[in-house]
């Protein structure tokens, strides 16, 4: 085998080798949002990374929600307040709430279910 061959042959491994790792790299999404069925289904608010995060989380959502905030089971079915980053954190916490709900706030069972004012800050 010449010298030129095994040339050849490295540099298109290597090739193959960036073209096979790299994709993959730079998708990954460390805090990916809306996991879980329908998650995000009918929401029309923005979403940040790791938000609506558990089966119906944020289901017919209608306003925005921070980064980590809507994690749980059905955590913010029909809401229309803004939450707060890292609020809203367990199952059917803020369900119809229609308050602005401030960073790390509503945490625990019902917590803020049916919320028609503000909360936190």
């Given at each position: 085998?010449?010298?030129?061959?095994?040339?050849s042959?490295?540099?298109?491994?290597?090739?193959?080798?960036?073209?096979l790792i790299?994709?993959?790299?730079a998708?990954?999404?460390p805090d990916?949002?809306?996991v879980?069925?329908?998650?995000c289904t009918?929401?029309t608010?923005?979403?940040?990374?790791?938000?609506?995060?558990g089966?119906?989380a944020?289901?017919?959502?209608s306003?925005?929600?921070r980064?980590q905030g809507?994690?749980g089971?059905?955590?913010?079915?029909?809401n229309d307040?803004l939450?707060?980053?890292?609020?809203?954190?367990?199952?059917?916490?803020?369900?119809?709430?229609r308050?602005?709900?401030?960073?790390d706030s509503?945490?625990?069972s019902r917590?803020?279910d049916k919320n028609?004012?503000?909360?936190?800050?």
């Amino acid at each position: 085998m010449s010298g030129r061959f095994r040339v050849s042959i490295v540099a298109l491994l290597s090739l193959a080798a960036v073209f096979l790792i790299l994709p993959s790299v730079a998708s990954a999404d460390p805090d990916p949002s809306c996991v879980g069925d329908d998650a995000c289904t009918r929401n029309t608010g923005a979403v940040a990374s790791g938000a609506c995060i558990g089966d119906r989380a944020c289901l017919d959502n209608s306003a925005d929600v921070r980064g980590q905030g809507c994690q749980g089971i059905e955590a913010c079915i029909a809401n229309d307040g803004l939450v707060g980053r890292g609020s809203c954190q367990g199952e059917a916490l803020c369900n119809t709430n229609r308050g602005t709900i401030a960073r790390d706030s509503c945490v625990g069972s019902r917590s803020c279910d049916k919320n028609f004012g503000p909360v936190g800050e």
